[in-house]
Each structure stands twice: as C-alpha cells, then as structure tokens.
C-alpha cells in the first residue's frame, strides 16, 4: 500500500475517457477529463444533469455498470494507477482507501439490517477485526459523525433514523476504514436546507481531521461555494473551467462558468430577473463539432465551431477550455480593432 | 404484537363465516339433497321423516346457525354417497394430499428460488436462457397434460416410476398414514410432486428473477458495492434477503393453491387424496363433502395468510415496528 508522498496527489486523472455502447452507437458520456485533487482538498465538480459529474465518480470508484467503460484514460491513486486492475483488486480498494457516499440516505441503507450488522461487515471486511473489535471502531465512528448515544443507536434499523442522521450513518460507512479519497455524489440533495449545512459541515470537519481529499459533486453552487477549495465546471462531458472556488465564482472565465455564475440567485442584489442561458445541453449522441457549447454561446466565433479548445492555463493554477483565452487568438483580436 | 394477532384473528373469523355461507348456500341450490338419498320407490311419509331429520324444514336462519356451529367443532354431517362422518372421510385421505402438497412445495422452493437467483445473477449465461425457455412452458402447459406426459415418459416408456396410486403406505399412530417411510411410497411420491410443483415453481422462479434484478439495481446495493463488500455478500446478503421479503407471500399463498388444486393431479395420477374425494362428491352431488372441503380449504388460507403476515413481520424490520405499535 502506497501512502501519497508529500507534493504527489492523492488522486490524479488523466484525459479519462468513458463511453456507453447503445443501440444507437457508442456515447460519450466523458471525453478527456484530466484534475488532480491534492490531500485534504475538496474538489467540487458542478455541471447540469448529465454533464458527467457522477459518471466521472462512478469511474473513478471501478463502479461504471455495463454497457458503460473506460474507454481511456488514466485514473492514478497517491501514485498508483487503479484504472486497469484487476475486479477483485478493484473492490479491496473501494470502501478501503475510496469511500463512497451518495446522494439519498433513505435508499442508501439496506433496510434489513441494522447499523451495526452493516458497519461491522463493511470494517471486517477491510480490516483484520474480531467482531467485537469492530462494534467498538463501529461506536466511535457513529460517535464522529455525530449520532447521540451511539452505543445505544447502532443496534437500530435505518427506517428508524430520520433522513439527516442517515446520512451521517453513511458517511460513518464511507469513513469505515480511513479512506484517502472520499466521492460524495450530490450528498445534501436529498436533504432539508437545514441539514444540509451540518452535512456539509460535518464532511468538511472530517476531512480536515483525516486528511482526507474529497470529491464533491453537485449541481449547488451554495455547497460549493461554502465546501471547495477548487472547482471544476463540466459541460457535455468536459471540464470547461477549472480552478480556485473563489476565482471561478466571482471572475468566471468560460462563457458557460459566467452564465452559470449569472444564474445563482443572490439576497443583496435585485437584478429582477434571474440570468439564465439559453438553450439546454446538447444530448450526448449529437454533441456539435468543436466547443459543445457553441450553440448557446453568447461569445462564440468561427473557430468555436470547427476546432475543439483544449484547456489552457490563463491565470496560475486556474484553466480554461475556450479559445477566447487562447493567447493566439488575443493578438488576433487586438488586431483587428481600431 | 398481540393487538396485531388479535385483529388479525378476528378478520380471520370473518372470512371464514362468509365461506361458511357459501358453503350453506350449496344446500340450498345444488339440488335436493333428500332426492339424492331415497331411491324412485321410497314412500312419501319416508321422504318426509328424513327432510325432518335432516332439519330442512327449519327457519333458513337456524339453519346457517346450526351449520356454522357444527362447521366449528369439525362436524359437516354424514356423507350422502358414503353414509360415513364427513370428518372422518377427509381425515382420512388429508395425509395422502398433505404429503404431497408439501413435497411439491419444498421442490417448488428448493429449485425454483435457486433458479431464480442464478437466471438474475447471470442473466446472460446459456443455461440460464434454458432456464426461461423451461419455465415458460412450466407456466403455460395446464397442469393435467404435465402429468400424462410424465406418465407416459417416466412410467409407460421407461417404466421408472409407478404411473398411479401412494405405493405402500405405513400407518403412524392413530390416523396418520404416511408413504414417506418406504421406497414405493417415495417413488409414488415423485411424479405427482413435479405434476403439481412445475407450475409454482415456475413462478417462483420468474418471481425471484425478477426481484432479484430490480433489487440489484437499488441504492443499498450499489452503496454495498461502493464498501468493496465482497460480491458473494452482496448477492446472497444483501440482495437475497430483501429479494426474500415478497417471495414469502407469493410462496405461502401458493402452499394454499398447492392443497386446492391438488384435485386435477390428484385425479391423473389417482392419488387417494382430498382433492380425489372431493371430485366424486361432486360427481355425485355429495353436497356435505363439498362444503366441509369449501370450509377446510378456506380455514387453510385464512391460517397460511396469517402465518406468512407474521413471518413478514420477522424478516422485516419496518414491518415489525409498524406491527408493533399498531
């Protein structure tokens, strides 16, 4: 087992490329994502439904369900390439050194079985323990993520916590054995506003006690905003926009980052109407030639339309893939004005 | 718990008063029974005194009370055609249709719920696509021309397995006669259990397959593969144990359906049932044995509705809670 060296990230993926076999052809549900995500950072990822957030976890975790593949790519753990290993040594890394925590605690738990019963297995299963030895990690663990008198609550079924301390009752599963790297796909979506901030607060605290890096996916620019160190924006299967959450929040660079930066709603400004963008995202199976998002730029000229935008490095650590921030295409602009 | 049972007991008694009245209505509409017992020479004055005895000329309300009342302590009156106690003609033959109803329930579970599992956990595999293949037939085939082709494959042609009857019977105790203990009992014993199994274990199969795959497709699941739990946890864990949860209903009313129509096996392999019995009182209007046999088999699934509501309740917890406050 490889611990991240200092300066080496806990999770590095390289241009990731995954694709579903349909009857009507081969989909692109992510095409050349590449990020890192450094020890006890929290990457969130934000994008509309079906811009490839969750698939990319999904990848990541060896959790892409048939007919759905890698089809390239890279996916590196502190050091270690996990994409091409073997399923069984896939699922010893999963739950262990990759947590996992989704969306709706009411359906996350398997019903018949109380708290402890699945805790206990998921800990056994990952580390050398007596069951005894496991009950009492099972106790702290229920204990760090918040749950009142856990010793007394661990024996009760899932039905019987509501929605809030099930997701706490999650996320102690997916902290069982200390992972390095936790995805939390969409974890407050399902929940009331007033929990989903001590979710969030409780996610960052641990992380910060362990170390742990995370990665955040949702489409809720507030979590983001409050959790992320970095943001990923992704559109059709890309990352158009990716840098330091406070940069891409208030100084958006891509057309679409700006346009869905425009579209949170804010208490201190009356601007009236919200800003929206036009059009939706185009269907996996009829992504246009060069930009995918050319169609509802408000920005785009000729070359967005033939010629797809790699991502480039604008600002220190902040990259963007759009060829207004392409240095060639700068010059040419300035040129061409008066 | 107990408020639970107590309610359920009492829908239960329900039930069975509404059967005992249809039961009583046979009497009054499948024909006369007097005319069924006297023959064409028996003198009026006879006819009479029996119409009497029988009490057919009481009010129609004593006479449902006196039915269900008698219904309550086993009592069904005297059979017309055989002039023995109803009772104990059915005592006498629910061993052999006992027997064999719950040996076709233990093949139909013991293969149909594997079956099920495998044609879910593997559903591209060619054995399993034989498996649908068989079990459409097992589905569609009417139960009769499955037993007269076994018949005819498994005791004409090979001459394997007797084509009739209990084989040699041994005699427990006081009434029960059993063919469980001997070889031609047992051998007896095979071609019936298939005949009148295929059926539910088909279904139970399909039942299975198809709770199995939705169940796989949950969350839980999912969630359970995201803790690297190993994959044989999973499946025969997790994912059994709730694909369990509504088989067990299906299961236990199909044990009810299994001693109901165990008449039509019954009657092509001349088993020495109740289902046999029944058939010739209906042939012969035997009216007290049709509704003692109405009667047993409703009191039969009013019995096997509860059970399987209590069994739910052990296996799931949500139930049991629920159950338990109510």
């Known amino acids: 087992m490889s611990s991240p060296l200092p300066g080496q990230p806990v999770l590095s993926v390289r241009d990731l490329r995954v694709e579903f076999a349909t ?74 050194r990759i947590g996992m925590i989704f ?15 699945q805790l206990v297995e998921t800990i056994r299963t990952h580390e ?38 099930r997701q706490r009752v999650v996320i102690a599963l997916a902290l069982c054995a200390g992972p390095e790297l936790i995805i939390a796909d969409e974890p407050t979506t399902a929940l009331d506003v007033s929990v989903q901030a001590q979710i969030i607060t409780l996610l960052k605290k641990l992380c910060r006690d362990h170390g742990t890096a ?94 797809r935008p790699e991502p480039i490095e604008h600002r220190p650590a902040h990259k963007v893939a759009c060829h207004l921030y392409d240095p060639a295409e700068r010059s040419a602009a300035l040129e061409a004005q008066p | 718990m107990t408020a639970f049972i107590l309610r359920r007991l009492l829908q239960s008694l329900g039930v069975l008063i509404a059967v005992a009245l249809i039961a009583f209505l046979m009497f009054r509409f499948v024909g006369d029974p007097v005319n069924q017992m006297v023959g064409i020479d028996t003198p009026q004055a006879e006819v009479a005194r029996l119409r009497q005895e029988l009490g057919l000329n009481d009010p129609i309300l004593v006479q449902i009370a006196r039915f269900i009342a008698n219904a309550a302590r086993f ?10 106690p109803v009772t104990q003609l059915l005592a006498e033959r629910a061993p052999a249709t006992l027997e064999l109803a719950l040996v076709s329930a233990i093949f139909s579970l013991a293969v149909g719920i594997p079956m099920g599992v495998y044609t879910a956990l593997r559903r591209d595999s060619a054995l399993a696509k034989a498996f649908q293949a068989v079990s459409l037939i097992g589905v569609s085939l009417p139960t009769f021309l499955i037993g007269i082709l076994l018949i005819y494959l498994f005791a004409v042609t090979l001459g394997w397995l007797p084509s009739f009857g209990r084989g040699q019977v041994v005699r427990l105790g006081s009434g029960w006669s059993t063919g469980l203990l001997t070889v031609s009992g047992l051998k007896a014993l095979i071609l019936p259990s298939i005949t009148l199994g295929l059926f539910q274990m088909t279904l139970i199969m399909r039942l ?35 694909t369990l949860v509504p088989v067990i209903t299906i299961a236990g009313l199909q044990l009810g359906s299994i001693i109901a129509f165990a008449i039509i096996t019954e009657t092509v392999f001349q088993w020495p049932g109740m289902g046999l019995l029944f058939l010739k009182a209906v042939q012969s209007v035997d009216i007290p ?38």
């Open chain 2, 208 to 242: 299975v397959r198809a709770e199995m795959l939705e169940v796989l497709r949950t969350d839980y699941i999912k969630f359970a593969r995201a803790r690297g739990l190993k994959t044989r946890a999973i499946h025969f864990g997790h994912a059994l144990k709730n």
């Open chain 1, 23 to 96: 009857r009507r052809g081969v989909l692109k549900a992510i095409d050349g994502v590449s990020f890192d995500i450094a020890r006890g950072e929290v990457l969130g990822v934000v994008g509309e439904s079906g811009a490839g957030k969750s698939v990319t976890g999904s990848a990541v975790i060896g959790l892409i369900e048939p007919p759905g593949r890698i089809a390239g790519g890279e996916i590196v753990l502190s050091g270690e390439r996990i994409d091409n290993l073997p399923a069984e040594a896939l699922r010893r890394i999963r739950g262990k």
């Open chain 1, 128 to 165: 050398d323990m007596t069951a005894r030895q496991a009950r009492t990690r099972a106790i702290d663990l229920l204990a760090e993520v918040g749950i009142p008198a856990p010793e007394r609550r661990i024996d009760s079924y899932p039905h019987e916590f509501s929605g809030g301390m």
């Open chain 2, 75 to 84: 009592e069904f009156g005297i059979s017309y055609q055989f002039r023995l």
């Open chain 1, 214 to 307: 995370v990665m955040l996916v949702t489409h809720d620019m507030g979590v983001i905003a409050e959790t992320a160190d970095r943001v990923a924006v992704m559109y059709a299967g890309r990352i158009a926009e990716i840098g330091p959450v406070r940069e891409v929040v208030s100084r958006p660079l891509h057309p679409y980052a700006a346009g869905l930066m425009g579209a949170i709603p804010t208490l201190d400004q009356d601007i009236g109407r919200l800003v929206q963008i036009p059009g939706s995202m185009p269907r996996l199976t009829a992504i246009p030639p060069g930009c995918a998002f050319n169609p509802r730029c408000p920005r785009v000229f000729d070359r967005c339309r033939v010629d």
């Open chain 2, 289 to 326: 044995i049709m509704a003692a046999y109405l009667m047993m088999i409703g009191f039969l699934f009013v019995v096997i509705n509860l059970v399987v509501d209590l069994l739910y309740a052990l296996v799931d917890p949500r139930l049991r809670a629920t159950i338990g406050s109510a």
């Open chain 1, 103 to 117: 969306q709706d605690p009411l359906t996350s738990l398997n019903p018949l079985y109380t708290v402890a019963e």
